[in-house]
């Protein structure tokens, strides 16, 4: 027998001119709006605790990361970052341009959204950036109040490759795309009057799904991507923020938070066994944790990974099919199904559902936190090891610590 369906959400096409889409939602998955959250508790672990971006807190293993790549990852990943790094550098000092017009006096809401479809972006959304979870390098950085979110599907039949290195091509090259997009969109917002700052994706301000979640363009994934009534998680995500006056949207219930806990298919097929299937609290925010030392050496080594994206069934067939067929028969789209589950690992082979490969322990030794921090933990083993330290190993390690001391902190990545 049907589920009782609790509530239907409406939402836009990827298109402007495509028709609404009408996702049921049943009784026994409907939630919250966005996300179940304790303010206080955010507001505390924003306050005393902020959050830092990884190019800085794992710097190291980022460093690393290029170590374990194969050749041809390699040498995309290059001609990449080489194309790529215009677009950052020019989106880093956006915040400084001053608009091109006089303001044009009413709310600008409807304008950016129709330039934001019209550049291709999948779907966009507004809400106010959300200073607690603006990263500690990146606090005077950030200026404006309004937050458009914009979302950029990546293409679909090299998405379902993962992982590959044809997966890799629309991973990052969507990133590129993005990333030239949000400067054409910041200037539009200029030419209407008003400041845009582009919080690119590949030197994020903060974490980016929370304000999506809170733009109602999606909800929180057990795999800890923004899940999309469009595309699940295969979207690519950038913030532009501006002064000019907007009209927020708000958080929607996709029944998300609850269906992840029936599904669990990310959890299951992760070949770094990474995703917790239980929720936690964390920093205020109900979720299932990712454990990073488990996902972070496998991400890396095979590919980027990615089998809990390729594996999302609201990834692979669309959020209506998918809550379509939870409310007709109660169970998960696709789950058990090599269609959905199976995935090869080079090397490894294939692992239909229920096989997972393993690996060497020594797969998961990698470094740590960030480099000077890494390089402490060594040299301290060195100084705990027997007679200590030699002398050709402390002027080593000034050496290096000076290196990195002189880097800084201004790293760009891009995952
Ligand atoms: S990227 Fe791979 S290893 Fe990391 S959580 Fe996803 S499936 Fe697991
Ligand atoms: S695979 Fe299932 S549990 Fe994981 S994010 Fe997708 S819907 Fe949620």
């Not at 996702?23 to 605790?49: L, N, T, W």
């Not at 040498?75 to 000092?93: G, I, Q, T």
């Not at 209407?192 to 733009?215: R, T």
């Not at 929720?279 to 990712?290: A, D, I, M, S, T």
Request: hydrophobic share 35%.
């Amino acid at each position: 027998m049907p589920k009782k369906v609790h509530h239907v959400v409406r939402r836009t096409g990827t298109r402007l001119e495509d028709p609404i889409i009408e996702i049921p939602i049943a009784e026994d998955i409907a939630g919250v709006p966005g996300i179940p959250q304790i303010e206080k508790d955010v507001d505390f672990f924003s306050r005393e605790y902020p959050l830092e971006t990884q190019n800085v807190e794992k710097a190291a293993d980022r460093e690393w990361s290029w170590s374990v790549y194969t050749p041809e990852v390699f040498e995309y990943r290059e001609l990449h970052e080489a194309a790529n790094k215009p677009f950052v550098d020019a989106a880093s000092v956006t915040g400084e341009i001053e608009p091109t017009a006089e303001p044009v006096g009413r709310d600008i809401t409807e304008d950016i959204c129709r330039k934001a479809y019209e550049l291709g972006f999948g779907d966009v959304g507004f809400t106010r950036y959300d200073r607690r979870y603006t990263f500690a390098a990146k606090k005077k950085w950030a200026k404006f109040q309004g937050a458009i979110c914009v979302a950029l599907e990546q293409d679909y039949a090299q998405t379902q490759s993962l992982p590959s290195l044809e997966a890799e091509y629309a991973h990052f090259g969507t990133y590129e795309t993005e990333n030239e997009q949000c400067l054409v969109l910041a200037d539009f917002i200029r030419s209407l009057g008003y400041h845009a700052q582009v919080h690119s994706p590949n030197d994020n301000s903060s974490p980016f799904l929370p304000m999506f979640v809170e733009a109602g363009m999606g909800q929180l994934g057990a795999n800890g991507q923004l899940l999309s009534p469009h595309f699940g998680s295969r979207a690519r995500l950038a913030i532009i923020t501006t002064d000019g006056p907007l009209t927020y949207d708000g958080p929607v219930d996709y029944g998300v938070h609850k269906f992840c806990q029936e599904c669990l298919v990310c959890a299951d097929r992760c070949p770094a066994r990474a995703i917790m299937r239980d929720k936690v609290w964390y920093r205020g925010v109900q979720k299932n944790k990712l454990i990073y030392d488990r996902c972070r050496p496998v991400m890396s080594t095979y590919e980027g990974c990615a089998v809990c994206m390729k594996a999302c069934p609201i990834q692979r067939y669309g959020m209506k099919p998918v809550m379509d067929h939870w409310v007709e028969t109660g169970e998960v789209l696709g789950k058990r199904t090599h269609n959905l589950e199976g995935f090869s690992l080079r090397e490894k082979g294939y692992f239909g559902p229920g096989e997972l490969p393993s690996f060497d322990r020594s797969l998961f030794d990698f470094p740590h936190g960030t480099k000077d921090e890494w390089l402490f933990a060594q040299f301290k083993d060195k100084v705990a090891d027997g007679d200590g330290a030699t002398p050709e190993e402390q002027s080593a390690f000034i050496k290096e610590l000076k290196e990195i001391l002189d880097i800084g902190t201004s790293t760009v990545g891009d995952e």
